[in-house]
Structure formats: C-alpha cells, structure tokens
C-alpha cells in the first residue's frame, strides 16, 4: 500500500468553479501535510501547510485535513486558467523527515 | 534573495557516462534535500544532507549514486555509469532548519540518459 494515494486526473473545469483534490494516507504517525502547486517544467512550490488535525484558509484556497479517516483535501475557489497545473499532496511524520509526496492531479481550468 | 539554484538545467549522458547535478541552495540555507520525479511517478526522497554530513540517505540507490554537500560550495548529486532508467527530473530543495517541510525548491535538473 502506497503512503499517499492521489488521483492523477486529469481534471478538467471551467474557469470560476470550485475546485475539489483529495488524497488519503496511510500512516496515523503523519503530522505535517501539505499541499504543492507544480506547472510544466519547474519546481514544487509550496500552496499549504497544515499541522494535524483541521482548516487552513489562504485566498482562494483551503486546506482540509481529516486525520479520523487519513484523508486532506484542498479546494480552489473562483479557479483561473492560472491555476492549471499539477497539484501534489504531501505527508511528513514530523519533525525534519523525508517529505512523501502523491502522485500529483493534474489540473486544467478552461477558460 | 535568489532562489535555490540547479544547474544545469538540461544534461545529456551517453549510457556509461557520469552526471553531475549542483545545487546552490538559498542564502543562509543550510539543509538540502534531493528528490527524483520519474515519468508516471511522483516526486521521490533521495537524500537529505547538512553541511559536509549525510543525515538520510535511505531513498538513493545502493550502487552507482552519491551525495556531498561539501563546507563550501554546492551540493552535488553524482550519478555513475547512467543506465536509461536514470532519465528524470532531480529536484533540489533546501531550508534554514531541520524541516523538510520548510524547504524550497528548485527548477531541477532534467537528465536524459541515450
């Protein structure tokens, strides 16, 4: 069993929807979750981080984490063609330890 | 305040040769972690270091890869004898402190191995 299951899509919306990504995760131990934001030929950039258990909210995003059921969810608000790119979810036990990263959903927002 | 820094950015190898991937990472940035992203796959951990000692190096192959980030200058990634399947992208990323989590990246370094 994979640490951080993830969709890769690709999903497709249109410009202005809201937009759902989720992943589960395997591991109770996880404490640090967050979310990345990669476009085509550059870096992971970090969107969200969230410690434990709850919502974080940062513009026209939100970062959900539910540790009962190991699943973390992000959602875009008012999604812009801008948005299109690939977005990773990532665990990490806690403290310094290796990041363990999802697959990645690939998302498009058409205009 | 520059980024974290790869270069190259694009590396050509002939099967059998060596590749040498650097990273600057950003000022006062002492931490550096190396990940792979394969074709169909997500980003994978390789090696985390500090300066001049390797603290994990529980995600890099047993043979042919190794890791320094020596006291001075960047850290290198060196991959001997590519083989095909070593074709990625290599991703840096380093931050202030022991938290993976705070850590930036860079814009990696894509690797084709012909």
């Known amino acids: 069993q994979k640490e951080v299951e993830q969709d890769p899509g690709p999903l497709s919306v249109p410009e202005g929807a809201i937009v759902s990504l989720n992943c589960t995760y395997s591991?109770?131990?996880?404490?640090?979750f967050m979310w990345y934001r990669q476009y085509s030929r550059k870096g992971p950039e970090l969107l969200m981080y969230t410690y434990s258990s709850g919502n974080k909210e940062d513009g026209r995003f939100t970062a959900q984490v539910d540790k009962s059921s190991k699943y973390i969810s992000l959602f875009i608000r008012d999604s812009q063609p801008s948005d299109s790119a690939t977005y990773l979810c990532?665990?990490?036990?806690?403290?310094?330890?290796?990041?363990?990263f999802g697959i990645g959903t690939k998302l498009q927002v058409i205009p | 305040n520059a980024g974290v820094m790869q270069n190259p950015r694009h590396l050509v190898r002939r099967r059998g040769q060596e590749a040498r991937l650097r990273c600057s990472p950003m000022?006062?940035?002492?931490?550096v972690y190396w990940y792979r992203q394969l074709p169909e796959e997500g980003l994978k951990f390789m090696v985390y270091?500090?300066?001049?000692?390797?603290?994990?190096e529980s995600g890099m192959p047993k043979e042919r890869f190794s890791a320094e980030f020596p006291k001075e200058g960047p850290s290198i990634l060196r991959i001997q004898q590519v083989v095909r399947g070593d074709s990625a992208a290599y991703f840096c990323?380093?931050?202030?402190?022991?938290?993976?989590?705070?850590?930036?990246f860079g814009q990696g370094t894509r690797l084709t191995v012909v």
């Open positions: 000022k006062g940035h002492s931490h």
């Open positions: 990532a665990v990490i036990p806690g403290g310094y330890q290796k990041v363990t």
């Open positions: 270091l500090q300066k001049e000692n390797i603290i994990d």
């Open positions: 591991n109770s131990a996880f404490q640090y």
């Open positions: 990323a380093s931050s202030p402190r022991e938290r993976g989590s705070e850590a930036f």
